[in-house]
């Protein structure tokens, strides 16, 4: 009898348990501390954080999936931030998909399944194909609601503000932008992270009202940046992290200055974009600085320039953008310095070298033109509208094949504690025989 119970006791627990359960975090602290030391990496030094992050976890004695997965994730995002090596990004993020399984319940494993599925419609946005890349989003946006966790559902606004705003379409990028930001502000941990994405966030909302001609909400969000980075940096003045990334904010200052100058050079004030302009590119074209903020800047330098009828000037700004771009290739920044170069020589009335200034920049710009036009043309509310409803028929499908599943298994336990009950009843009648046999046995002794 009790070994009968105990078995259908084992078949009841196989039934209702969860095909995975967490491998620990025992190594939490310490995978926590390399990646933190990781974040310090800044300028140059960002080339070293693969092979630094490679031997610092070659230190930890059987990491876990969790931890591993937590190292692929930083890479692949590592490696498509800052080194633009989208090949390697991809191979990360999958590898985070192969430590992880999908089907998981537990939130932590969740939002760094999702991130690498994001991070994988990131990749396929900077190849062009932008019909997959969205699928990726939705289904990393699904991942995300999972955890019930607010804070993860800037990963996928943020990335819908930029697809909006890589089409123009500034004002529907605006919203999105905000919620980030504000999904953000509740967010208690990672700090340093949460304000480099927040000051970057008002910065991004700057430039949309900057492209919409909205100029006194362009100024106004670039000095809402500039307040929020002095607040920030006064409130952590003890903070090491802080403290470590002095040239992250500088360099970040510089560029929502820039951002600025854009702003107040189109609203008529030439002196004090200028003033601007040549303070981003002081401070951006330091060593060790990413020279891409100190080139965007030259350029927005150049057109002021040229709007001054300052020829001599810009034509010194075109030849040291020129041999800036020698050094770091830049695909945008070159079609722009193109096309500065053709005002340049329209503005100076020399025909003939205009002509082959303007020639070459509409070669450029035709080649750009063909490889982004899928996405300017992509709806993609109606792509996710399209999704959504795809997603939820396929839901509906699996939910009637598990119902079917479990409806088989629920037959298949039934029966078997059926003859359960049907051996326990004809082994209880047998011993009551043979008990009965016994006694009258005993009786005729």
Request: glycine fraction near 4%; charged fraction near 25%.
């Amino acid at each position: 009898m009790r070994k009968y119970s105990i078995i259908l006791g084992w078949l009841f627990s196989l039934a209702c348990s969860s095909p995975y359960r967490p491998d620990g975090e025992k190594n939490a602290a310490r995978v926590q501390q390399i990646l933190a030391t990781a974040d310090t990496y800044t300028g140059a030094m960002v080339d070293r954080i693969p092979h630094f992050i490679d031997s610092a976890f070659r230190q930890i004695h059987h990491p876990s999936r969790f931890d591993m997965a937590r190292k692929y994730d930083y890479l692949a995002s590592c490696y498509f931030t800052h080194q633009k090596n989208h090949k390697k990004a991809w191979a990360y993020s999958d590898s985070v998909l192969s430590v992880l399984p999908d089907s998981t319940r537990f939130p932590a494993y969740i939002k760094i399944y999702a991130r690498a599925v994001l991070t994988q419609g990131d990749v396929l946005i900077s190849e062009g194909k932008f019909n997959d890349a969205i699928l990726y989003y939705y289904r990393g946006r699904q991942f995300m609601l999972k955890t019930k966790d607010t804070c993860n559902f800037g990963e996928y606004s943020n990335r819908i503000a930029m697809l909006y705003y890589t089409q123009g379409r500034y004002r529907d990028a605006i919203p999105y932008f905000k919620e980030t930001f504000n999904v953000k502000s509740r967010c208690p941990e990672y700090l340093w992270l949460r304000f480099t994405e927040q000051q970057g966030q008002l910065n991004n909302i700057a430039w949309c009202y900057s492209n919409l001609g909205q100029l006194d909400s362009a100024v106004y969000y670039c000095d809402s940046a500039l307040r929020y980075i002095d607040r920030a940096v006064r409130q952590h003045r003890n903070d090491p992290v802080y403290t470590k990334q002095h040239a992250y904010i500088q360099t970040a200052i510089a560029v929502i200055n820039g951002t600025k100058g854009e702003a107040l050079r189109l609203k008529g004030d030439g002196k004090a974009a200028e003033q601007l302009f040549r303070e981003t590119i002081r401070v951006t074209g330091q060593k060790n600085y990413d020279p891409s903020f100190a080139q965007r800047t030259m350029l927005r330098l150049i057109l002021l320039l040229l709007e001054q009828h300052r020829f001599p000037e810009a034509r010194e700004q075109l030849i040291q953008l020129r041999q800036s771009l020698d050094k770091l290739p830049n695909i945008h920044h070159e079609l722009l310095w193109r096309e500065r170069q053709w005002f340049y020589y329209d503005g100076l009335k020399e025909t003939l070298p205009a002509f082959t200034a303007l020639k070459n920049y509409l070669r450029l710009k035709d080649s750009l033109a063909k490889a982004t036009s899928p996405l300017r043309v992509i709806d993609i509310q109606n792509q996710f509208n399209n999704i959504s409803r795809r997603y939820e028929l396929t839901l509906l499908k699996k939910y009637d094949e598990l119902k079917t599943v479990y409806l088989i298994i629920a037959i298949i336990v039934f029966a078997m504690a059926l003859i359960i009950l049907l051996l326990v009843l004809i082994n209880n009648r047998r011993s009551k025989r043979q008990i009965a046999e016994l006694n009258l046995s005993l009786i005729h002794i």
